[in-house]
């Protein structure tokens, strides 16, 4: 099972549940975001309700705050901090009071205060709320202390009378008031009568030792005695009252008698440990604080006031990413959905959705200021899934399928290099990887020949070539056993060709080849071709526009070689390139990485109309997923190799890469080139299909991920096996096949010497009745698939 305190670690990076800098700086963690939310909607009455919940002696507070919140707001250089105070002032005089404190059963535990001040009569606030009974000693009357220390209360100009409102409350919450002096001698017999005791350091300051003589955690004295109420300092050793901090001490001395009579710990969880929550201002213009026109703001000068409130929050990944954006929350969710999903021992994984849905790209890792990695977390949850059996095959089957298709006789080739004497082993190897073989066949063809013959004046002649996928499909999947035999293969591979320096032109085998071949010491064709400055094959295409976006892939994101070399090829090639707002290390995912495309091609879709949609010109990539993702979506996009062998360059870089049967066809094609040119080999060309597919019904089987070869195989297995059926309403047979953990179906007509396929559909699991593997022999004969050949997903 996953780790769960790594994964608790990791959670905790996301700060979005983190409380904004307001809310962390109010003594009463007060809830400022929803405050403003009602105040600007002109819910003054919610408002103050939020306020009771919150505040103790809320009219006195709000009356005396001296708002350390607007200390700290966000909107302190973009127009002013909100005016906090002001707010809280208006509210309270706009709405009368919201709620009665609920009858609580009296607690047996007995609570005293030596002092009426605001620390002293907030610490009665809280405790008597909680059915504490609890009795106030004070000296003159039970306001004078307070009424001394701020005697902005006693003014009646706003027309209310906060201080006998609240007092008003305490008595009803059955708190008793006593007259008497307040000596040592109180002190003494409070502490023997009561189970705790509360000294005001402001209301009975003789009482009350020096503020470094009392634990600063929990504001315990000694033995059941606590002290709050002390006057704020300046870094001078000037000393100031400081209404929150003054209340807030009393609150917390509260919280540390409620333990102490309850004993449990007094330090335990107190506070939760959170880190800041970061909220990105760029790009938020301006907008002046609405001062009041009178004493107080009117309700429609709070409620433009508070509209002024960003509602900080930090889903500063989540802005940028489509997926984060589908599942509709944010890391920390993320993170506690997929501990809980792995936590299932029966029943249905259904977070399995959301873990296959990252493109494992890392651009949320290099936006969050706390560096959340979606892709290490999603990794790591598929590795589990996997490991114990509770990741369905099918949501990354047909990729695993297509990398087998690459690695596998048809399409893999290890290429000595043939002009060197017998035995010699190249200095270099190139590694175009399977994608750009699938895609641009012959411009791999000339950029083979041009570096060969290049580096054969060279002090370091010789270069090989090897066509295989470099495995990381096995990697984003989470088959970790799959991906280390599969790199097994390519060091193998590797090793018969006399261990070349490697040069990959696919970022994604880069940092494959890096990893499991450290000592082939990778590097990107891009930097070979940037040292070798060779000229391009001919003039620039005609269409190619003078300004293009780059398009940097995610793989290569922290690879500053190759972001480097790519500009640098692109400057010498004569095309001015513009960076697009996120670039090089904070680059967005075509949707091609962590194999989205395969297990949620509507994700992967949004992701390439998203990052198209960031590109204020046509893209030039040098990945060739990038360009034909983006190409596929309508964003004109040109690779790099178009630049440096144009007269191979698509005719324009609107044109869609191949589709996935073409891909595959053209990995074999590329290889069989391949053999002829350096080895004379002439290889066997497969056979002609004998079903016809109409290009609009090929859409729709790629959409499927199902193969004309899959489609081949499928009539040729219902025609074969017998397992097929004459659909009565339009004569058109219906067969199904299975020859492997899939099923087709086909619905199909023949036609001449062949057959007219109509639909065709698939099913990643095997149904029972369908076509099976008795009838391979069969289907061998008809020669109606080439060897290795697999299927679809539906």
């Not at 009252?241 to 001395?253: D, E, I, N, V």
């Not at 293009?548 to 090829?569: E, F, G, I, K």
């Amino acid at each position: 099972m996953m780790d769960q305190k790594h994964l608790h670690e990791m959670e905790a990076r996301c700060t979005q549940e983190s409380p904004p800098r307001c809310r962390a700086a109010c003594p009463f963690d007060l809830d400022v975001r929803a405050f403003m939310t009602h105040m600007a909607a002109g819910r003054a009455g919610e408002a103050r309700k939020l306020l009771e919940r919150h505040l103790p002696l809320p009219g006195v507070l709000a009356r005396l705050c001296d708002h350390p919140c607007e200390e700290v707001c966000l909107r302190r250089d973009l127009g002013g901090s909100l005016a906090m105070h002001g707010l809280e002032l208006s509210c309270m005089l706009a709405a009368g009071p919201q709620s009665r404190p609920l009858p609580m059963p009296p607690k047996k535990k007995r609570l005293a205060v030596a002092g009426a001040g605001l620390a002293g009569l907030t610490a009665a606030w809280d405790l008597s709320r909680k059915g504490y009974p609890v009795t106030v000693c004070h000296a003159g009357a039970p306001e004078a202390a307070l009424l001394a220390a701020y005697p902005v209360l006693a003014e009646v100009g706003l027309g209310k009378d906060f201080l006998a409102e609240d007092m008003a409350v305490l008595l009803r919450q059955k708190v008793r008031f006593e007259a008497v002096a307040l000596d040592a001698t109180l002190t003494a017999r409070l502490a023997a009568e009561y189970d705790g005791l509360l000294l005001d350091a402001d209301a009975a300051p003789d009482l009350v030792p020096a503020w470094e003589a009392v634990d600063a955690e929990t504001l315990l004295w000694r033995d059941n005695i606590c002290c709050a109420g002390w006057k704020e300092r300046t870094p001078t050793g000037h000393a100031y009252a400081s209404p929150s901090a003054q209340a807030g001490q009393g609150r917390r001395a509260a919280q540390t008698l409620e333990r102490l009579v309850s004993g449990v710990s007094l330090t335990a969880a107190r506070e939760k440990a959170q880190g800041p929550l970061h909220t990105d201002v760029a790009g938020i213009a301006p907008l002046p604080r609405q001062e009041p026109a009178g004493v107080v703001h009117t309700a429609e000068e709070a409620a433009r006031e508070a509209a002024r409130c960003l509602q900080c929050q930090c889903l500063i990944c989540v802005k940028e990413c489509v997926y984060l954006q589908k599942y509709k929350g944010y890391p920390r969710v993320y993170a506690r959905q997929a501990h809980n999903n792995a936590s299932i021992v029966k029943g249905l994984h259904t977070a399995n959705a959301m873990i296959n849905g990252c493109a494992l790209c890392g651009q949320c890792e290099e936006l969050c200021p706390e560096n959340f990695s979606m892709a290490e977390m999603c990794l790591a949850a598929r590795e589990d899934m996997v490991e114990r059996g509770f990741m369905p095959p099918s949501a990354h089957e047909f990729a695993l399928e297509d990398m087998e298709n690459a690695s596998g006789p048809e399409c893999a080739l290890t290429l000595p290099d043939t002009s060197l004497p017998q035995g010699a082993a190249p200095a270099w190897a190139l590694f175009p990887g399977c994608q750009l073989a699938a895609s641009r066949g012959e411009q791999v063809a000339a950029l083979y020949a041009r570096l060969k013959m290049a580096l054969a004046s060279g002090p370091t002649p010789g270069l090989g070539l090897m066509l295989s996928c470099c495995g990381v499909p096995a990697r984003w999947a989470g088959r970790t056993k799959l991906y280390r035999e599969h790199a097994a293969g390519l060091r193998a591979s590797w090793e018969s060709l006399g261990r070349p320096r490697l040069m990959a032109a696919c970022s994604s085998c880069l940092v494959v080849l890096r990893e499991v071949l450290p000592e082939a010491r990778a590097v990107s064709v891009w930097e070979v071709l940037d040292g070798l400055d060779l000229p391009a094959s001919g003039p620039l295409p005609p269409d190619l526009p003078a300004v293009l976006s780059v398009q940097d892939p995610c793989t290569a994101r922290h690879d500053a070689a190759w972001l480097a070399a790519v500009r640098s090829l692109a400057r010498k090639a004569g095309v001015t390139l513009e960076e697009p707002r996120l670039s090089g290390p904070a680059t967005a995912c075509c949707g091609y990485g962590g194999l989205v495309w395969c297990a949620q091609p509507d994700t992967a879709d949004a992701m390439s109309a998203h990052r198209a949609a960031e590109l204020p010109h046509a893209g030039l990539a040098s990945c060739i997923m990038c360009r034909d993702r983006l190409a596929a979506g309508g964003k004109e996009c040109w690779h790099l190799l178009d630049l440096l062998f144009p007269d191979l360059a698509e005719p324009s870089g609107g044109r869609s890469g191949p589709g996935l049967s073409a891909r595959r066809a053209n990995r074999a094609a590329l290889r069989r080139r391949l053999l002829h040119d350096y080895r004379g080999e002439a290889a066997a060309r497969p056979p002609e299909g004998k079903v016809r597919v109409g290009p609009e019904l090929l859409a729709r089987l790629e959409a499927r991920h199902i193969l004309l070869e899959d489609v081949e195989a499928a009539v040729a297995g219902a025609e074969a096996s017998g397992h097929r059926f004459k659909n009565l309403e339009n004569g058109h047979w219906l067969g199904s096949w299975r020859p492997r953990q899939v099923t087709f179906w086909v619905e199909y007509t023949p036609e001449g010497e062949g057959f007219a396929l109509h639909d065709a559909w698939c099913h990643r699991m095997a149904v029972p009745g369908s076509g099976g593997q008795e009838a391979a022999e069969v289907i061998n004969r008809h020669q109606c698939c080439t060897d290795g050949s697999r299927g679809g997903q539906s």
